[in-house]
């Protein structure tokens, strides 16, 4: 009875590879939390991952299964969050065409980030292939002159740009409208996603003049960007990650690679803590972090024992999760566990949809 009365909180994640320390420190350990406060409901977004990645879709079901997986392992708990694969309850989609009625495409294309994403997915679909990318470049450039278009406007004349990928954050919309969240957490970054959402929900209230959808709020969520191992933001994009369940050896490879000062060479020289980051880590797992930078600083340790310290600190936060996981993926059927969350977060859906076709004036 008390869940009923906890404010909704929605969040997904999309099915694209395994999930790493950027993804735990940066989403994962505010939605264990979340658990405490609010009725949550975590999905899978397998529809998400097409909006991106149509061309390499054969991973999505395999990676959907391990990510319910890594779930469970950190603590999210299905007895009190739902958890489901979007694909599963169909009205996402019939929520997000209804709302694709009064979503203008110029909304669409002031999201700041569809044309950095789409200059980033261009990058990697052409990695090492400069001849194609040049050629995909010109057809993108007499597309928009044939239209009449300028420069600002090429973005839209790409192949990738699809109706999918422009129009992603309607779909973000229904997930969220669907089960009338009240809120969603997000960095400060994702702002202008969420106002979209309140924007779209509004002009849906007023044409069909009935507040149906409710508008979300941010939960601002204070989480760290967490670098990867050559100094850049970690991301799968990059290939500079850590697993979150990453085994031993691996762990211990990886933090030996970490860049750090290049300006400290002999185990004496001072060195600069900023931009290290073997520094930024033992801030995320050593409770003495001050001190270590004091002492790097000071030329009173090396980055070899400092790397040495910063397994042996990881390797004991990391070793239960990882076994924990074993033991879920020996005893847990992912598939038997979306299936019973798809059926929870089916009747909150089906109910609202109803709720929307009639005030659109459908049934
Ligand atoms: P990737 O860049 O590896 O593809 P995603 O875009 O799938 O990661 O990120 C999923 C979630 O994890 C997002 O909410 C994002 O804010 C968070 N996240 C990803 N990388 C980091 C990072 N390096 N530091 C903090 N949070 C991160």
Redesign the pocket.
């Known amino acids: 009875m008390e869940k009923e009365t906890k404010s909704v909180v929605v969040s997904g994640?999309?099915p694209?590879g395994r999930l790493?320390l950027?993804?735990y420190?940066?989403?994962l350990r505010n939605w264990v939390d979340l658990q405490n406060k609010y009725g949550c409901y975590f999905f899978v977004a397998d529809w998400h991952a097409l909006t991106t990645g149509a061309d390499k879709s054969e991973n999505i079901a395999a990676n959907t299964r391990e990510m319910v997986l890594d779930w469970l392992a950190i603590g999210l708990d299905p007895e009190r969050s739902v958890f489901f694969r979007q694909s599963d309850v169909k009205e996402h989609a019939e929520l997000a065409l209804l709302l694709g009625m009064v979503a203008p495409i110029s909304w669409l294309l002031r999201n700041p980030t569809f044309k950095d994403q789409l200059q980033e997915l261009h990058k990697q679909k052409y990695k090492g292939q400069e001849d194609k990318m040049k050629q995909a470049e010109g057809v993108t450039k007499q597309l928009a002159e044939a239209h009449g278009h300028d420069a600002g406007e090429l973005a839209l004349h790409s192949d990738m740009a699809t109706l999918g990928f422009l129009g992603y954050p309607v779909l973000q919309a229904a997930d969220i409208m669907l089960y009338d969240a009240r809120f969603v957490p997000i960095?400060r970054d994702q702002l202008p996603h969420l106002e979209l959402s309140r924007d779209i929900a509004r002009r849906f209230n007023h044409m069909f003049g009935a507040p149906v959808l409710t508008e979300p709020e941010p939960l601002f969520t204070s989480?760290?960007?967490?670098p990867?191992l050559d100094g850049r933001?970690?991301?799968?994009?990059y290939g500079n990650?850590i697993g979150i369940f990453e085994d031993a050896k691996g762990l211990e490879t990886k933090v030996k690679k970490m860049y750090t000062d290049p300006l400290k060479v002999k185990v004496d020289d001072k060195g600069h803590p900023e931009g290290c980051v073997a520094c930024a880590f033992h801030k995320l797992y050593n409770p003495d972090w001050k001190a270590r930078e004091a002492e790097c600083r000071e030329g009173k340790v090396g980055c070899g024992a400092c790397k040495k310290q910063l397994i042996e600190l990881m390797e004991k936060e990391l070793a239960p999760l990882r076994a924990r996981r074993a033991e879920l993926a020996a005893s847990v059927n992912p598939e038997e566990l979306l299936a019973a969350g798809a059926a929870k977060a089916r009747a909150a859906a089906s109910a609202k949809m109803a709720a929307v076709s009639k005030a659109a004036g459908l049934i």
């Open positions: 994640a999309r694209t790493h950027g993804n420190w940066g989403t960095g989480s760290p960007v967490v990867g933001k970690m991301s799968k994009s990650t």
